[in-house]
């Protein structure tokens, strides 16, 4: 079985699980009043969920939204009872900061495993654009070329 799975695969098992993982954290923290622990676990599975289910996306931009779901339901939990649950907030806060410290920290690890002694500056992807010359103002960009038809 283990030689049939694609990373493909994986990516649509975890697209078909979204939803389902998403409301069962909307139930979590608005149905049942979950402890700010089960929070917790529950939006580590959604960040794992999501992560896996868009991998082209950046993992801090899902992580942050992630983090303005999970801060939605509790104003709306917070409607609902009339008091917001701060530690229960501030334990699901910390999993989705813990975790982009994690993916932060992994990234650095592979750049340090590509070359150990080049400077970070020099290895990482976003470089390439940044150092990139500035057009000069008395300099009008190249027109584009054109293909012969």
Known sequence: MSSL???RFLVNAARLALLPCLGGLAAVILGFD???ASAAAATFLAAIVML???PKVRAADMLGIL???VTMLEW???GMTGSIDAARWQAVIAVAGAM???LKIQHLRSLARE???VPLRHLDRRSALLSRPRPRKDE???PPARRAA
């Open 140 to 142: 009008t960009p190249a």
């Open 115 to 117: 070359d150990p002694y």
């Open 34 to 36: 979950a402890s700010p």
């Open 76 to 78: 709306v939990h917070a």
């Open 52 to 54: 896996q289910a868009a």
């Open 5 to 7: 799975l694609t990373p």
């Open 67 to 69: 983090a303005l779901l």
């Open 100 to 102: 982009a410290l994690l």
